[in-house]
Structure formats: structure tokens, C-alpha cells
């Protein structure tokens, strides 16, 4: 078997995407949540989809800003993830393809490598960044020189230029805004505008994900939500989920005074895309750094100058936040108005930007020489931990 | 004629106005309510677990891995660090750049745009005790009334 498939785990801060090569990943949320209704039992993973009432969940994340902290909930979600419950593996038949993110702290590194070898004993392992696996993808797709890879997921959005397949470390450029930010954002706001809703950050997740979107013409777009009546084609209301007769709440156009509703809901307005501009205007909430067009362009301007073009070319987008309606559209426009006038500017949405990472691990496992990039369990016991910091090239 | 004097003069003085390192301590504070988790406290940190309670997924057969696994809290300890240690760390194992410090974004070189701190529409007053932005009087009546110096660090 250890030819034909490989394990892929895309270990992303808010949910791992995970599974064999020869199937279809799972998207399972890697956090331990607790609910207020249900005093028995924690939820790890992807459990949570049992529960009754997701109201007031708790969290329990093993990520911190992005980095792999606390151990205790990575190996408790780790052991569910490999069980038969969720999608079962045998480390010892097939190989394991990692992801970490980039500028991965050492001893985050050493940790990861033995908790493979030693606890799950695993016999061939590729530790690797997900824009790797991403612009591997691309490339094998478009067969381009240089690609430029925009990864926004949960705890920052990481801007990393590749020429012939290599990662330009120079120029890659992290802006600490994930999605992370945006719920606890909007979280704040609705809680001090109509409805405290702190607690609520699994519903209010899910409110973003239904009700936000990015402008194209931010002002404009102030403008018309300053309107009454029928010029404000933005408002709308947001049902809040009960979880006795409603489990996921919805947008829907706003409650007209005489209706009457069993739910309660939230009336969006200018939330609806001052939140995601929180990506294109950091400072829009006091963190002083580029948004994601100003530091695209950045981190061109510091590759070698022949490569630019390409790489203005070649700009590949994918992660959660990169799902918000006009996404791609307005990277493109920004950064089409900010590059030299002869260039051209290509920007490609993935098509499943969740999981884009994972499928390029797909990809890499048919390369000819992917057991080249691979650590052995021999290999390891036989040279240590030094071995790894060689071969993978994070 | 001291009567006509107006009001907002007369008490100049009195209003208690924030240094900009109180405000800008304010600001940190707020980006950093941003990375919170949770805003609650656990819902079972009052609940004494019994591991007698059997859970819906025990069977009831004994598990027969041949090595035994270690638990959770093994890597707890094993590999306890903190996200400000990790950083410090890095900061000397890769002290040249590029490396986790360096590859933040800096500055944008477009100028900040401000918003009312209470309806999120364009803003173009200061509040002159705590320095929040404001767009109307409605607005700045509301923040008075709210936040405006309520929770002073």
C-alpha cells in the first residue's frame, strides 16, 4: 500500500485538512470545544458536528498566533484524527505529509519530528509548508517559472514569492490579520452596537462566513450604507440560530416592522464589508502594517528584478478568508493599479481554496523524487534530529 | 457679564484628558482583546469529572495496542514553551534575517482612514478626553455615555 497512497495533514490552526491521497480530505476543526448544554463530554475535532446547542462554545485551540504551543490538545485532537472514528491510520504502511507554517520555530520543529517517529511510528516522513505544497500545484498545473502564493487563514495571511519552484525568502511578508481577527472584530462591534455577543464566537464565525463580503469600492459602498429605505442595498439581518428549530443562521433581507420572527437577529450594515477590509486596511483597527495588494507588491519589488513579471503573473490565493465574495476581484484590481502599466497582472482564486494545500500534496506525492524529500525512521534514529532541519527546506 | 460665558469654557479645566501613553496603552490593549480564544470562562472548569462516566464511544474491550501510548499531558511537559519564549529563542538561533520578525509587514505608506467609534461610518471628530473618533454629536453622546473614560487603565 505504501506506493499507491500517502496520509496528508494539513495542519492548519483552525481546522486540519486530512486524509489519504487516493480520497477526498476532511476538513476537521482542530480545537477541543466545550458547550454550556452538554456538561459531559468535551468535543474534539470534528465531534462538534453531535452537538445539540453550539451556543457559548468554548474553545481549546493548540495553536497560538499561528505556532504549535500547546501540545496537550495537538496530541488529543492528533489521537481522534488517526482513530477509527475519524480517519484511520497505520504510520508504519504509509508515508505522512506534514504542514507547518513558514518561519517554524526549532523547537516547535524537534517536537513535531519526534512525536511522528517515536509516539505514532511513522516510517517515512515529509515535514513542509502548505504554500509549498500550494505552488507546487500551480506550477505542475500552468507550468510557470515563478509563482506568488497568498495564504489567508486563521492566524495571518502569509505572502511568499517563489522562482523556480525555490521560496524567495527575502520577500516573504506576514500581515498578522487572519480570520481569527475578523470574527473577534466584528464580535466586538455587534456586541457594543446591539447584542452582546462575546461568547459566541462559533455563531458569530459563522455569521462572517454568511454575511461578509469585500468591497470594490470601499466609499461608494460607506455611501450606500449610509442610505435609508431602498438606496441601502447593503443592509440586511442576520438570523441568529436557536438551535431548537434553527441550526445555522441566515441572511435575509430586513425584518420589516409589523413581521414577526421567532429568532432573534442582528442587523448588519457597514459590518458586512468593513470587517474583511480589515485584510486590505490593517490599520483600519490600529495594527500599522500593508494590507494584502500594498504587501503583494512589496514583496515583488524585493525579488530580482527579471523575475517580476512572472511573478505579477502568477499570484495564487487560497485559504479561508479568501472565500469572502469579491475577493480575488478586488486583490486583482489593487494590484493591477499599483504595478507598472506594461506588465500583466494575473490573479487566480483556487478552486478550493480550503483545500489547496492538501491537493498539492496530492500532487507532490506522485513526484518521482518525493521519497528524496522524505525523512526514513532509519535515517532518523541512525542521524537524530540534526537530519531533519537539513533535508526539509522550511 | 460673566454669565454669557459659555459653558464648554468654563469647564475647561475640569475634564480629565488622556496622555497619548495612556491612549496608546488603550490601543495595544485593544489589539491585543483581538487574539483572545474565548471571552467566557470554561463551562466545565466547575465540573469535577469522574472517570468512572462511562462516554458514548468506550467499548467495552480493553485497548490492545502493544506499546502504550503517551498521554496528552507527557507532551504537555515534555515540550512546554511559550509563544514569547519561542520568539526569543528564534531571535537567536536565526538572528540574521529573513526570520520570523522580519518577515512582518511594515508600515503602509497610505495614510490611516479613521472611523466613528460608535457606527463604523467615516469619522471626522476626536474625542478630546480619550482621543476615540466620532462622527456626529448623536455619536459622541452615545460614546459619553458608554465608554468614554468608563473603564480607565
Not at chain 1, 486524509?19 to 459531559?40: D, H, Q, Y
Not at chain 2, 529563542?89 to 520570523?100: G, I, K, V
Request: net charge neutral; aromatic share 12%.
Amino acid at each position: 500500500m505504501s506506493d499507491s497512497s500517502c496520509y496528508i495533514l494539513d495542519n492548519g490552526a483552525y481546522t486540519a485538512k486530512v486524509g489519504f491521497s487516493t480520497l477526498e480530505p476532511k476538513i476537521v476543526p482542530n480545537c477541543i470545544m466545550k458547550a454550556k448544554s452538554e456538561r459531559r463530554r468535551p468535543f474534539i475535532g470534528s465531534q462538534i458536528d453531535e452537538c445539540r446547542d453550539a451556543s457559548g462554545l468554548f474553545y481549546i485551540l493548540p495553536f497560538q498566533k499561528g505556532f504549535l504551543i500547546n501540545w496537550d490538545t495537538q496530541k488529543t485532537v492528533w489521537d481522534y484524527m488517526f482513530s477509527k472514528e475519524c480517519c484511520p491510520v497505520n504510520f508504519n504502511e504509509v508515508p505522512l505529509i506534514i504542514t507547518e507554517p513558514l518561519f517554524n520555530f526549532s523547537s516547535i520543529q524537534e517536537a513535531m519530528t519526534e512525536i511522528f517517529f517515536e509516539e505514532y511510528e511513522c516510517q517515512t516522513l515529509l515535514r513542509t509548508n502548505a504554500t509549498d505544497l500550494a505552488e507546487y500545484k500551480h506550477r505542475k498545473g500552468n507550468n510557470n517559472e515563478c509563482t506568488l502564493v497568498v495564504d489567508s487563514g486563521y492566524s495571518f495571511t502569509y505572502i511568499v514569492p517563489y522562482i523556480k519552484g525555490k521560496k524567495h525568502k527575502e520577500g516573504i511578508i506576514r500581515i498578522d490579520i487572519g480570520g481569527k481577527v475578523l470574527t473577534n472584530h466584528l464580535k466586538e462591534i455587534i456586541s457594543y452596537r446591539q447584542l452582546n455577543v462575546l461568547d459566541e464566537t462559533y455563531v458569530i464565525n459563522q455569521a462572517k462566513e454568511d454575511s461578509c463580503f469585500v468591497s470594490q469600492d470601499f466609499m461608494k459602498d460607506m455611501e450606500i450604507a449610509k442610505g435609508r429605505g431602498e438606496k441601502n442595498t447593503i443592509v440586511r439581518d442576520y438570523v441568529l440560530p436557536d438551535y431548537t428549530s434553527l441550526r445555522r443562521g441566515y441572511l435575509r433581507a430586513p425584518l420589516q416592522p409589523q413581521e414577526e420572527l421567532e429568532q432573534q437577529t442582528l442587523r448588519l450594515n457597514n459590518e458586512r464589508f468593513t470587517i474583511p477590509e480589515l485584510l486590505f486596511h490593517p490599520s483600519d483597527v490600529g495594527i500599522p502594517q500593508m494590507g494584502i495588494p500594498e504587501a503583494i507588491m512589496h514583496s515583488i519589488n524585493s525579488c530580482p528584478e527579471d523575475h517580476m513579471e512572472s511573478l505579477l503573473a502568477n499570484i495564487v490565493l487560497y485559504g479561508g478568508n479568501t472565500l469572502f465574495p469579491g475577493f480575488r476581484d478586488r486583490v486583482y484590481s489593487d494590484v493591477r493599479s499599483f504595478a507598472l502599466d506594461h506588465f500583466d497582472v494575473n490573479v487566480t482564486l483556487a478552486d478550493s481554496p480550503l483545500t489547496y494545500a492538501w491537493e498539492g500534496g496530492k500532487e507532490i506525492f506522485r513526484d518521482s523524487d518525493f521519497y528524496s524529500y522524505c525523512i526514513t525512521r532509519e535515517e532518523y534514529e541512525e542521524e537524530g534530529k540534526a537530519l531533519a532541519f537539513e533535508r526539509f527546506d522550511i | 457679564m460673566s454669565a454669557r460665558e459659555s459653558g464648554r469654557v468654563k469647564d475647561g479645566g475640569k475634564t480629565r484628558v488622556l496622555d497619548d501613553a495612556a491612549r496608546k496603552r488603550r490601543a495595544r490593549k485593544a489589539v491585543e482583546a483581538l487574539e483572545q480564544d474565548n471571552f467566557h470562562e470554561d463551562p466545565h472548569a466547575d465540573l469535577v469529572m469522574s472517570k468512572k462516566i462511562p462516554k458514548f464511544a468506550d467499548s467495552n474491550e480493553k485497548p490492545t495496542r502493544k506499546k502504550k501510548a503517551r498521554s496528552a499531558d507527557y507532551y504537555k511537559m515534555r515540550f512546554r514553551k511559550s509563544f514569547a519564549q519561542l520568539v526569543e529563542e528564534d531571535a537567536n538561533f536565526r538572528p540574521e534575517p529573513p526570520n520570523y520578525l522580519s518577515a512582518q509587514a511594515p508600515p503602509s505608506k497610505f495614510p490611516e482612514r479613521h472611523f466613528c467609534a460608535i457606527c463604523g461610518f467615516l469619522s471626522k471628530y476626536t474625542c478630546i478626553p480619550c482621543g476615540a473618533r466620532y462622527c456626529s454629536v448623536r455619536c459622541l453622546g452615545t460614546h459619553l455615555d458608554t465608554r468614554c473614560l468608563k473603564w480607565t487603565a
